[in-house]
């Protein structure tokens, strides 16, 4: 690289390529690692123990009821074996090769009961061995046959959430080792000795990017992971190890480990979670196999590194630094590096809802969204209830009392998701019904202390906080100050908005929100968990609007609308202290769904064009452009 010097006090860089985020430039690098495919298992499944390395893995139980599966892998194909003695998925696991593991503990159902019963394969038989002293499932686990550790998990009834370790000596299990720091299930081990390895992730009972360190004697928290994830995949040991998928949105996440710091690296093919890895493996040699997308998976792929540390990337990398100016010698031009994200974002069309609504609640991101019940034409109340992976809607589980009006909350659609308030079927009226789905079926729990519609909230399952909204039949009813916030399974009122105001948008969290008003006038309030104050007003005006309620506080997009001119195509966003006028979606309409993270990526769906529709329509903005500077 060459300076031109002294010219108006710059320092201009001459490159021959334009620069890049670091994290592309980690993809370039074919030093860097990266994942290929490998033979499919014979049996698609998830919750599989696995022992071994990339050429000698073997994977047991899960997969398939009655769970007893036992697959081998020689670095090329999988092969049936025999089968183990007692059933189960998620159990601890461990073992040097496809010749040598261990399996304890699991279940056959996550509401119980657990097993103690421990089995150990010698490559031909599995034998029954000593018990555990503490029966529990998904918990984390690394070593070999001779010496193993088992931490965390859980046991039911009731559900107790473990922060225990238990001893592999050859022949028995102890309780005597130390405890981890924080107890959690659905972690993950990561090293192959009963004296050095990891417990990474998994839930506290919140998504945990917490990670501990054995040392034979006793855990340390160490660095987290870079994304909370549950389940992940691990091969490696305490200083040089590698973390691939989780959940409970299934990711395709890879994570480098140099024994200081966690590196992002290239992404599997198949995102998933509850895969089998290779735990003797290493973190430039590692297997991944089978696992949960939004069905089971028979994928197997593995991971090559030269094992360069991802520290310098491609030849001619230069990271993309907001403000950089520079000579690109290749194209003869002058460049600089702006700002990006929503002010350059552009809409796309994605895959159509199934059934076309408007007035319905959204919640999730861009790649993992849910579309909960609505209206056609309102107030018919339809009360189906749809996922998006990122390409398509499938329908799901209804919820327990159809509604319109209502909101909804989750950092995942398809796996976790809160609904609140709404209107239903007189002489219902507003009711303050609560709800939550677990990835599979919706669950009651406390009700709003008052019952309205058109509110707006924000939050978790576990975390939230609903404002404003309306006490009578929607359009024209009583606008509300009201705002409560929910621990999990109770609301309690606080303090109200500055004004009582309905047809609202919100994002952020429990304790850092945005209210945003779509009711004709153009308000914004923001909490900070304990009290509501005025910002800057948005520039459009106009009811019927949705945000990304996964959003964070300050990084909101407001979409659509309607206003006495007619329906909006409008979009704006908010980045904590101005509002910005950014690319319209494609069909003006009002009352549609929205999920996403903010001004990067956003998702609209379905809404009133003066007929329903179906439409999904995403929002993406790189984090940064290049500009050419005219120069004479």
């Given at each position: 690289m060459s300076d031109y010097k002294g010219i108006k006090g710059f320092n201009i860089q001459t490159r021959t390529v334009d620069p890049v985020p670091f994290a592309q430039a980690i993809q370039n690098n074919p030093y860097a690692g990266v994942w290929g495919s490998g033979g499919d298992l014979n049996t698609a499944g998830q919750g599989r123990s696995s022992a071994g390395t990339q050429t000698s893995n073997i994977v047991y139980g899960g997969a398939a009821s009655p769970y007893t599966a036992v697959e081998e892998y020689d670095g090329t194909s999988w092969t049936e074996t025999t089968e183990i003695n007692t059933g189960k998925i998620y159990a601890f696991g461990f073992g040097a090769n496809a010749e040598s593991a261990l399996m304890s503990g699991g279940y056959t159902n996550p509401s119980g009961p657990m097993f103690t019963n421990t089995e150990t394969w010698n490559g031909s038989s599995w034998t029954e061995v000593n018990e555990m002293n503490a029966a529990r499932g998904d918990g984390g686990s690394f070593g070999v046959v001779p010496g193993g550790i088992a931490a965390g998990g859980y046991s039911t009834p009731p559900t107790t959430t473990h922060d225990d370790v238990e001893s592999w000596n050859g022949t028995s299990w102890s309780d005597s080792a130390a405890e981890l720091n924080q107890a959690r299930y659905y972690g993950s081990g990561v090293?192959?000795?009963s004296t050095a390895g990891l417990i990474i992730g998994g839930k506290e009972p919140s998504l945990s990017d917490k990670v501990e360190s054995w040392n034979g004697s006793s855990w340390t928290e160490i660095a987290e992971i870079n994304t909370a994830r549950e389940r992940v995949g691990g091969s490696g040991s305490s200083t040089a190890g590698l973390v691939y998928g989780g959940g409970p949105s299934a990711s395709a996440a890879t994570e480098d480990w140099n024994g200081t710091v966690w590196t992002e690296v290239n992404d599997m093919a198949?995102?998933?979670?509850?895969?089998?890895?290779?735990?003797?493996?290493?973190?430039?040699?590692a297997l991944a196999s089978g696992g949960y997308t939004t069905t089971t998976t028979a994928a197997t792929e593995e991971w090559s590194f030269s094992g360069l540390q991802p520290t310098d990337p491609a030849e001619g990398y230069a990271d993309a630094i907001v403000g950089d100016f520079y000579y690109n010698s290749s194209t003869g031009q002058y460049k600089t590096v702006n700002d990006g994200g929503a002010p350059i974002g552009t809409w796309a069309s994605g895959n159509n809802?199934?059934?076309?609504?408007?007035n319905m609640a959204g919640a999730g991101t861009q790649t993992s969204a849910m579309s909960v019940n609505g209206s056609n034409p309102p107030p018919t109340n339809i009360s189906n209830v749809e996922n998006y992976d990122g390409t398509s809607w499938a329908e799901t589980t209804e919820n327990n009392t159809p509604r319109i009006y209502g909101t909804a909350n989750g950092v995942s659609g398809n796996t976790s998701v809160i609904y609140i308030g709404g209107y239903g079927a007189p002489p219902v009226a507003n009711i303050g019904n609560t709800e939550i789905w677990n990835r599979s079926s919706w669950s009651e729990t406390g009700d709003l202390d008052k019952g309205r519609n058109n509110l707006a909230s924000a939050g978790t399952t576990t975390a939230n906080v609903a404002f404003g909204g309306e006490t009578n039949p929607p359009f024209g009813g009583a606008s509300q100050a009201y705002t409560e916030l929910f621990d999990g399974s109770s609301w309690t009122e606080v303090n109200a908005l500055n004004e009582g105001r309905n047809s609202k948008a919100g994002a952020g969290t429990s304790g850092a929100a945005i209210s945003v008003d779509e009711g004709g006038t153009t308000n914004v309030e923001l909490w900070d968990g304990t009290s509501w104050s005025e910002t800057t007003d948005y520039n459009t005006t106009r009811g019927g609007s949705v945000t990304g309620p996964s959003s964070p506080q300050s990084?909101?997009?407001l979409m659509t609308g309607v206003s006495p001119s007619g329906y909006k195509a409008n979009c704006e966003h908010w980045n904590g202290t101005t509002w910005t006028e950014v690319a319209d979606?494609?069909?003006?309409?009002?009352r549609g769904g929205g999920a996403g993270t903010g001004g990067t990526s956003g998702l609209k769906f379905g809404g009133y064009t003066g007929s329903n529709t179906a439409a999904t329509e995403e929002f993406t903005?790189?984090?940064?452009?290049?500009?050419s500077v005219t120069t004479s």
């Open positions: 090293g192959y000795t198949t995102a998933r979670y509850g895969l089998a890895s290779s735990p003797s493996g290493t973190s430039t040699l809802l199934n059934t076309a609504r408007d990084d909101v997009l979606v494609s069909t003006a309409m009002t903005a790189a984090d940064f452009e290049i500009k």
